[in-house]
């Protein structure tokens, strides 16, 4: 079995590929990045040289390199983890979301029906759902929940959803979609809330809030999104969307609170600045059909969840700093300058 992960150098596309090839020893990985500024090969090092493992930068978006990837390479699965995801970052250039979430998509999807492969997974995401009000905690997304979308990302993700359920209809192709909420752990780029509050709070930086801090996430952590997904690629049902909630839900202001206490800060670090536009208030996953139809349940507490995460980031300090100041970048050079 040969998989295929696009968006692998990044946060949860990295930790798929580790935990994949962890619980999967006898099958192959390949990875297809562009190495975009939350793309890290670092995140990459511990499997890097790995006989089961192959690395090539490509754009999802150009054709004619991802042909020639599918010609040469014959993937049996392909799981879609490339995506611009940074809300802030749809609302400031809207363009390029556009350009890798939904053709990006498009390309991948065409070049899986001119290959033929065994299941195609887009990793999709909870916001294409838009929000819920802080006063209905009884409300949850279901895989029946209307799409409606609040930034340029979740629309451009909510198109690539409506792609992939089209290439299905129309052409048979088989697919699968999953909604994930907020996730959080290990190689996590520090634009995020909780990376960028840990590496803020180590250094005693101002730790900003966006409005009061009240708005509403569920987080799940990273390696229970990708057991969820492991399940589902070989276990799900062609044509379906999955939710994959962690039922863990805090206030952006808990979230920071939380890792405060952890890292023996102070809560005078707590900087509320103006609140991003169209910031939605709660998301909140309600994950019933994932577990009743494959099994599937978070298993990871956010309590223990952002310890392990906090823990990691003490422990590998050098890769936060060389995300900070851009030195990530050179490693790809120095890995495949010569190959």
Known sequence: MKILVTGGAGFIGGNFIHYMMKYHEDY???CVDFLTYAGNMETLEPVINNSKFKFIKADIADRKSIYEIFREEKPDIVVNFAAESHVDRSIEEPEIFLKTN???????LDACKKFGIQRFHQVSTDEVYGDLPLDR????F???TPLHTSSPYSASKASADLLVQAYYRTFKLPVTISRC???YGPYHFPEKLIPLMIANALKGKSLPVYGRGENIRDWLYVEDHCRAIDVIIHE?????VYNIGGHNERTNLEVVKT???????SEDLITFVADRAG???RYAIDPTKIHNELGWLPTTTFDDGIKKTIQWYLENKQWLENIISGEDQQYYEKMYSNK
Request: aromatic share 6%; net charge negative; charged share 25%.
């Open 142 to 144: 279901t895989e029946e």
């Open 181 to 183: 909420s907020n996730n």
């Open 137 to 140: 905690s009884d409300l949850y």
């Open 28 to 30: 192959e990985f390949l």
């Open 236 to 240: 799900g049902t062609n044509g379906e």
């Open 279 to 281: 910031h939605d208030l």
């Open 259 to 265: 890792i405060i206490r952890e890292l023996d800060a």
């Open 102 to 108: 939904v053709m990006g998509t498009q390309v991948l």
